[in-house]
Nanobody, 128 residues
Framework: EVQLQASGGGLVQSGGSLRLSCTTS????????IGWFRQAPGKEREGVSC????????YYADTVKGRFAISSDNAKNTVYLQINSLKPEDTAVYSC?????????????????????WGQGTLVTVSS
């Protein structure tokens, strides 16, 4: 059974940093795409970053580019999202999702329907 668990959220002041973890199990951590999403209260879900394992390519939404960094540790079956220079508008529940298997195009060229498995989210609250 494929499982994903996002963790690492918390309360942080504006300008602060957090490292979110997406810990996975139940599949061979070799060919996969992991996406990070967030949903703020009253807003639609937003895809913020993704990583494609076959070539290591990554994508960032314009709203987080230059502040967020996605990485993977295959030995730990974990994908991280380093979030820096946090702003109050970054407050949201952050979730990770996985597609198991190779994809042809870059991960940002797919909608969230690409992802077969979703984990529970972790809350990030940024105070001003």
């Amino acid at each position: 059974e494929v499982q994903l668990q996002a963790s690492g959220g918390g309360l942080v002041q504006s300008g602060g940093s957090l490292r979110l973890s997406c810990t996975t199990s139940g599949f061979t951590f070799r060919d996969y795409t992991i996406g990070w999403f967030r949903q703020a209260p009253g807003k639609e879900r937003e895809g913020v970053s993704c990583i494609k394992s076959s070539d290591g390519s990554t994508y960032y939404a314009d709203t987080v580019k230059g502040r967020f960094a996605i990485s993977s540790d295959n030995a730990k079956n974990t994908v991280y999202l380093q979030i820096n220079s946090l702003k109050p508008e970054d407050t949201a529940v952050y979730s990770c999702a996985a597609h198991v298997g190779r994809i042809r195009y870059q991960c940002n060229e797919y909608s969230d329907r690409l992802y077969d498995f979703w984990g529970q989210g972790t809350l990030v609250t940024v105070s001003s």
